[in-house]
């Protein structure tokens, strides 16, 4: 293998605000951004209009307030047993550890920036372990799968849902966990990219390129994970291509 190089720490931050920005936009635009209407579980329909929220908080700096917001979706969704352990409580972890990681590239070396270092990484884990168990339990499931195991929640009487409004909140759950399945391997390929980052920061080289190396098997457009292998490597950085920003991936 290539003599290994040391990452300048301002190409680095750039690559860490690359993951941040861009997944962050991918994911919310995607997955959370769509009308709020009828069709949303009324449930959970609190957590995606506070997600409207969330780029302007990055894109502005406010970390903490961030932070705060993703704590208060965290909440809605572990108030609903079919919500604790789906694909959105990974993304909210994952974008926390991604605001961690923004975070402590900023501050300068010490006890302050390790324990920022040790939150990203907390919930980063976390994050790859909820992907890859709703992945095991649901990426396969067909979709008449997923309405045999979706329609009981809605009908069950429990949530005191709007009768008229059932097969709207059914239909809709069950596009966005198909939606999920396709998705949701690029999330945690942004994961592992993250943690990537994490173990770079601690010098741990080869550990670091196994989670990049990880992250391109599960995605192999992930532009994030090949330019840290790139600048452990020597390499040049890639760019993505005028046709691929014109005409990204289909979702």
Do not use: C
């Not at 972890?93 to 402590?104: D, F, G, S, V």
């Not at 009981?152 to 009768?163: A, H, L, M, V």
């Not at 990537?196 to 920061?201: D, E, Q």
């Amino acid at each position: 293998m290539k003599k290994l190089v040391n990452i300048n720490k301002g190409t680095l931050a750039v690559i860490i605000t690359m993951t941040v920005i861009a997944f962050v936009g991918f994911s919310i635009a995607w997955v959370y951004y769509g009308n709020i209407n009828s069709s949303e579980d009324p449930r959970v329909v609190e957590a995606k209009v506070l997600y409207k929220s969330y780029n302007p908080l990055i894109e502005e700096g406010k970390y903490d307030d961030a932070l705060l917001l993703l704590d208060s979706i965290d909440v809605i969704y572990q108030s609903y047993d079919d919500y604790k352990k789906s694909y959105e409580v990974g993304v909210v972890y994952n974008n926390k550890a991604a605001i961690y990681l923004t975070m402590a590239l900023a501050m300068h070396d010490g006890s302050d920036k390790d324990s920022i270092i040790v939150l990203a990484e907390q919930n980063v884990l976390h994050s790859i372990k909820i992907y890859e168990n709703w992945l095991q339990e649901y990426g396969n499931m067909s979709e008449s799968e997923i309405r045999t195991y979706t329609t009981p929640i809605y009908q069950s009487g429990d949530y005191n849902f709007d009768t008229k409004l059932l097969d709207n909140y059914i239909n809709k759950r069950i596009n966005d966990i198909m939606l999920a399945q396709r998705e949701t391997p690029r999330r945690l390929s942004v994961s592992y990219t993250n943690e990537g980052i994490v173990l770079r920061s601690r010098n741990e080289i080869e550990e670091a390129l196994n989670k990049y190396k990880k992250a391109l098997e599960l995605w192999d457009k992930n532009l994030t994970a090949k330019n840290n292998i790139n600048l452990i490597l020597g390499r040049p950085l890639e760019e993505q291509s005028t046709l691929e920003r014109l005409f990204p991936d289909k979702k």
